[in-house]
Structure formats: C-alpha cells, structure tokens
C-alpha cells in the first residue's frame, strides 16, 4: 500500500429537509456577507433559492447575489464575481447547484483571497494556498465538488478547460437533501451517475498492489451506483436511490476510494476534459463516449485489475482466463452505459471530429496533463488521438 493523506474537512448534513438548515450553518460557520452563487435556473424554478433567500433574511445575514453560472463553467463570470465580492466585503460563499456552480465558487475564492489574475492557478503559474469559505448545497449528484479538492473552469477566450486542486477549496460544509436531485432530467442524472461511477474507476485501475480495503470500499460503491442509477431510469422518484447516488457522489471523489493507491489513472478524464472544451458536451457523457477505447487500448497492461473489475463489479463470470474475462467487463461497462441513457462513442455523443479536431484535441490534452497522461499506460499523443478515432 502507497503512503497517503486522507483530508476531508467538509462537514456534511445529510437527508430529507437537510437544505433548511443552511441557514444555522452559515451562522455557524461565522458568515458575514455572503455571495449566493447558482446557476441557470432550476434553483430559482424548483423554489430552492427563494427558500434560501428566507433563511438569510431570517438569520439576518447579508447577501448579494450572482446567478448564471453555466454547465462547463465560465472564467468570465468568475472574473465577475471576483470584483462583486471584493466591492461588497463578500466573506463567504454559498453555492447552489452541482459541480459548475461550486467550482464557479471555489475560483472565486482563490481569485479574491489570492489576487492577481485567476487563471494563473489553472494555467500552472501558482498554487491556490488560501479561499474564501464555501458552502454547498447541492442540487445534482456528480462531480463530487462539494468534498473535492478539485476545480475545473473554462477559459472562455481560448477554449481551455483546466483543473486544479488545493484543499483550501474544499467547502465547510454540504448540505446534501436527495429530494433536491429529484427534479434532474433523466439525461443529467445518468450523466451523474456516470462520473460519480467514473472517479472510483479511474482510482481503481492503477499500477498499485495490496490495497484490499480500498479495493472492496471501491468495489462496493461501484456495484451500488450501478444498481441505483438502474433503478432511477424507471423510477426517477425513488428516495432511496437517489440518496445512495448522493452519497456515493461524495464518497467517490473526496479521495477515500484512493487511499493507498498510486493516484489512479485519470486520463478518460483529461480525454473528456478537452471534449468539453471544445464541444460544451456534458461532462459524464464525454466520459463514457470514451472509456471504452481507452480502455480497449490499456487492459493488456493490467490485466488483473480489469479481470477483477469484471467479476467483482460487473458481475461476469469468469471467462477461463484474464485476458477474455477482462474484455467483457470491458462491453459490460458500455451495456451498462447503454442502459442508462449513455452514449459510449462520440457519434452516440453527437459530434464528429475533424482530423484536425483531433490532433488539436490530442495536443491540448498533453499541454494541460503536463506530459503524458495516464498511469495504467502512460499515453503518448498518437494515443490519445488514437482513443479519439477509435471512438468515433
Ligand atoms: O444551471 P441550472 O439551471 O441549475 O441547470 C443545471 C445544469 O444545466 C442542471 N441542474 C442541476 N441541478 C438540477 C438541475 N436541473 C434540474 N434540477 C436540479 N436539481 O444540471 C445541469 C448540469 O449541472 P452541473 O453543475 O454542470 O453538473 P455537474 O455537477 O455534473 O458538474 C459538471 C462540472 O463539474 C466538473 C465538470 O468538468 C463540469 O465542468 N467537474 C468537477 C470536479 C470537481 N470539482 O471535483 C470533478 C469532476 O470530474 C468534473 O470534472
Ligand atoms: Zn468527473
């Protein structure tokens, strides 16, 4: 087992009624003036934000306010919200929404506490040490933002879209209400779905050995976000599920399913990361238009992690040898995809690359990994234009 750090600081309220505590945490937590930050409507459209707006007033915080933040989000709205924040004294933040929205806040934060221009924590000139606090409640189960330490923005005039991690980020607290997630469209809850599947599998498939609690914690998350997400396409109102999916969101990304690993994998992300730059494709579906190619190109180099990935979580019995046990939990992933609603090419995803599409996307995507990305096979650029074309 790897030697590792396991920092998870963000209190999380959990369940039904929870969001009607934000108030008593906001004053909890000491917020003087708060920026409510939220994205392009369903808050407003569900009642959320007026129930917001109420417990503010009652716990007589201050508040101003800064909505449309957009799916993908936008370095220019947070440059905008920088300069709200500093003309009116804003010394917390309270995020609405999904992982757009709190990622919107937490560049916020870096941008006011750290000075300077912003992108330079997403362009690898510095390092975000300090943040303004943040609060999350959230709205969709995906991205896993609001116990992450992580923060992906668009660079809306050059079209990069980076992360970056620091855990000064990582939000106070979470309120985390399933009932919140009920309104989700059938599409964005199975793209949640697929992401929050998607971070434990790239932690999963890595070069590390004797990890065998971690392995069955993944294991487990994975199986239950399996079965739930099923269950949610026929029954989009089932509590139950919707909380196992809200709670393996967190769970998935807040770093427990890498504890003793070597980092995971992590290159279907930096694949999709430059499809959501140029295409604005919604994140879970880029993830699983190309998992599957990369995957195909990768299995040889672990084999025993993708056998042990198909028996343990999606259940195919064992094929004689690793090698055929280890492709069909390859196609038994994508069935599972399928079954959900998502696409697993890029002509399922709905776009069609150019050639020179490609090679740009191949480009970017080794400038913002910083190198060759991956772990299970470090991928040079001929890959990862190749996982594109395979893809297609
Ligand atoms: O903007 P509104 O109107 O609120 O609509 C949103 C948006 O269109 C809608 N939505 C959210 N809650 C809803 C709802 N619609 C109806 N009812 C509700 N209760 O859903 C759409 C998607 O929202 P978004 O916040 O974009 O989704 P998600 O949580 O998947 O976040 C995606 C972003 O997070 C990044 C992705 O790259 C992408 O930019 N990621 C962030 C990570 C992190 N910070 O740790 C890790 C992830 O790997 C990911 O890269
Ligand atoms: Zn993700």
């Known amino acids: 087992m790897h030697e590792f750090t396991y920092y998870t600081p963000t209190k999380v309220v959990f369940g039904r009624g929870s969001e009607a505590k934000t108030g008593a945490l906001l004053k909890e937590y000491g917020a003087g003036k708060v920026l409510l930050h939220y994205g392009g409507g369903s808050a407003e459209r569900s009642g959320l934000l007026g129930r917001i707006r109420e417990q503010l007033a009652a716990e007589r915080i201050p508040f101003v306010e800064l909505g449309g933040v957009m799916p993908n989000p936008r370095l220019s709205l947070v440059r905008e919200g920088i300069t709200l924040c500093e003309g009116e004294g804003v010394d917390f933040i309270l995020a609405v929404g999904g992982g757009s929205v709190i990622d919107s806040a937490k560049a916020i934060g870096y941008g006011v506490t750290g000075g300077g221009d912003v992108w330079d924590f997403y362009d690898f000139k510095r390092k975000a040490e300090t943040c303004l606090p943040i609060g999350a409640v959230l709205t969709i189960a995906a991205a896993g933002s609001e116990m992450s330490n992580f923060c992906v923005i668009t660079n809306d005039d050059t079209w990069e879209k980076r992360g970056t991690k620091s855990d000064a980020g990582r939000p106070r607290f979470a309120v985390m209400d399933p009932e919140l997630t009920m309104t989700l469209p059938p599409y964005q809850t199975a ?37 739930n997400a099923g269950i949610l396409v026929k029954e989009p109102e089932n509590y139950e599920a919707r909380a196992e999916i809200m709670w393996a969101g967190s769970l998935s990304h807040n770093g427990l399913t890498g504890c ?47 056998a042990k990935f198909a028996t343990n979580v999606m259940n195919v019995p064992w094929q004689g ?72």
Request: proline residues 2%.
């Open 191 to 227: 793209c949640g779905c697929a992401d929050i599947l998607m971070h434990t599998m790239e932690r999963y498939f890595n070069h590390g050995e004797n990890m065998e609690l971690t392995d069955g914690i993944a294991e487990a998350l994975m199986r239950t976000v399996i079965r």
């Open 260 to 306: 003793g690993t070597d980092g995971g994998d992590w290159a279907t992300h930096k694949l999709e990361h430059e499809l959501g730059a140029m295409f604005d494709v919604a994140h879970g579906a880029g993830l699983t238009a190309v998992w599957g190619s990369w995957a195909r190109l990768v299995y040889g180099e672990r084999l025993d992690r993708f």
């Open 321 to 392: 040898n690793e090698r055929e046990t280890a492709v069909c939990g390859i196609y038994a992933a994508e069935a599972f995809f399928r079954s959900i609603g998502m696409p697993v090419t890029l002509a399922e995803l709905g776009i069609a690359p150019t050639e020179e599409q490609i090679d740009a996307l191949a480009e970017k995507c080794m400038k913002s990994a910083q190198g060759m990305p991956g772990i299970v096979k470090k991928l040079s650029r001929e890959d990862i234009a190749g996982i594109y074309r395979a893809a297609m």
